[in-house]
């Protein structure tokens, strides 16, 4: 059986441990139901390093990699996460050769978004005091704009005895979000949940 190695950005340089990084990721793959065929997950850091450390990773053949990054944007219709992160120009990034097509994959447009999928997390990490009417109506959610996701979390949690902040209270909240729910709100993450289920 061929080792998945995931590269996933976030837990930037000296703001959280590979510890809970990795215990974060893999009690969500472990309740998407990979028990037995679990990434070997890798803390990215931040964007341009976790890119790097998985073109980088490609003088191990004998694994398949996986590379998981934000899509900072809307992503357009038609396009693979290859096309979107060689076209957005913050990035441009050229698919390795060694890379297959399959081998991008994308959290539209932030891993926050994720969160928003699973209001009953949200109001069980959160509280009482979580203040919901700062989530809109939204019917597609990998349409809101990253800041309007990131403001909404922090607006709804200011009341909070544990305010949402990127780092520490992320990935706490990573590890109890429903990754149905997630699959069935966000399409790319539905793609990248049905690849790792594939054998």
């Known amino acids: 059986m061929v080792t998945v190695r995931i590269f996933i950005e976030g837990g930037g340089s000296g703001k ?23 990434p070997k997950i890798v803390r990215g850091e931040g964007r341009s390093t976790t890119f790097r450390k998985f073109r980088t990773a490609h003088r191990r053949p004998s694994e398949l ?11 357009a219709d038609g396009h693979s996460a290859w096309q979107h992160l ?11 050769l060694e890379a297959g097509d399959n081998s991008a994959y994308l959290m539209v447009q932030v891993m926050e978004t994720w ?4 209001r009953d997390a949200l109001r069980r990490f959160f509280g009482p005091s979580l203040n919901e009417n ?3 109506h939204w019917p597609n959610l990998e349409e809101v704009h ?10 709804a949690t200011s009341n909070c005895q544990k305010p949402y902040r990127k780092g520490k209270v992320s990935f706490e909240l990573l590890g109890r979000v429903d990754p ?20």
Not at 16 to 38: H, P, Q, Y
Not at 65 to 73: A, C, I, K, R, Y
Not at 86 to 96: F, G, I, K, T, Y
């Open 134 to 136: 700062s989530f809109g």
């Open 146 to 155: 990253k800041d309007t996701v990131l403001d909404a979390l922090e607006r």
């Open 86 to 96: 060689r076209a957005r120009l913050e990035d441009n990034w050229e698919q390795p």
């Open 16 to 38: 959280i441990s590979d510890k809970v990084f990795k215990e974060a990721w893999t009690k969500f793959f472990t309740a998407a139901g990979l028990t037995g065929r679990m």
């Open 180 to 199: 149905q729910l997630v699959a069935a709100a966000c399409p790319h993450a539905n793609q990248l949940l049905t690849y790792l289920r594939t054998p």
């Open 115 to 118: 969160f928003l999928a699973d």
């Open 65 to 75: 990699l996986l590379l998981l990054v934000d899509s900072e944007g809307p992503v």
